[in-house]
T-cell receptor, first 114, second 114 residues
Framework: AQSVAQPEDQVNVAEGNPLTVKCTYSVSGNPYLFWYVQYPNRGLQFLLKYITGDNLVKGSYGFEAEFNKSQTSFHLKKPSALVSDSALYFCAVRADTGGFKTIFGAGTRLFVKA | DGGITQSPKYLFRKEGQNVTLSCEQNLNHDAMYWYRQDPGQGLRLIYYSQIVNDFQKGDIAEGYSVSREKKESFPLTVTSAQKNPTAFYLC?????????????FGPGTRLLVL
């Protein structure tokens, strides 16, 4: 069965410091991995995805994520956090073995303090 | 949110009433999805549609119904059988339902029970 874990409900970081939002996954087959961001009372916005190839994926707004197959992780990172990065972040996974369902994590709230 | 519209933004339902949430996309996407978002639970799939005139149940379809008469439109009806409908409802679409495809989300509809 597919699953996604975001072990931290909230991450707090000071503006200008690097940030990491953690995600681990479990799938049968090769994974397709996604990160989305959600601002209050809005839909999800796509940040980046890993399909195949280079393990370091660069996305929107300076975010990047590193696919680690041995640790089954796909942590989201940014070198220098902005107050405007404060939002709810979702990791999602889908397997290449077919089937339609994308599994979303429970979300991690990022709070960036000025 | 670009390309996918949801209406209304807020919807109030009385006991025993059916209500319909609208979702329209102009992205020429074949696949469309409905998700329910509750605090701390991530997104759960209600229904999805790969093509016009076809749709399948997701994890929590009970008390909901959908139709897909046009490629652009995928309305969701919350019936009186859904006993706990208060939630944030998100519609999404993707070019196809292949695992590598990115899902793009609408701005959401918040349903409240009077």
């Amino acid at each position: 069965a597919q699953s996604v874990a975001q072990p931290e409900d909230q991450v707090n970081v000071a503006e200008g410091n690097p940030l990491t939002v953690k995600c681990t996954y479990s799938v049968s087959g090769n994974p397709y991995l996604f990160w989305y961001v959600q601002y209050p009372n809005r839909g999800l916005q796509f940040l980046l995805k890993y399909i195949t190839g280079d393990n370091l994926v660069k996305g929107s707004y300076g975010f990047e994520a590193e696919f680690n197959k041995s640790q089954t992780s796909f942590h989201l990172k940014k070198p220098s956090a902005l107050v405007s990065d404060s939002a709810l972040y979702f990791c999602a996974v889908r397997a290449d073995t077919g089937g339609f369902k994308t599994i979303f994590g429970a979300g991690t709230r990022l709070f960036v303090k000025a | 949110d670009g390309g996918i519209t949801q209406s209304p933004k807020y919807l109030f339902r009385k006991e025993g009433q059916n209500v319909t949430l609208s979702c329209e996309q102009n992205l020429n996407h074949d696949a469309m999805y409905w998700y329910r978002q509750d605090p701390g639970q991530g997104l759960r799939l209600i229904y999805y549609s790969q093509i016009v005139n076809d749709f399948q149940k997701g994890d929590i379809a009970e008390g909901y119904s959908v139709s897909r008469e046009k490629k652009e439109s995928f309305p969701l009806t919350v019936t009186s059988a859904q006993k706990n409908p208060t939630a944030f409802y998100l519609c999404a679409s993707s070019f196809s339902d292949a695992g590598r495809e990115t899902q793009y989300f609408g701005p959401g509809t918040r349903l409240l029970v009077l």
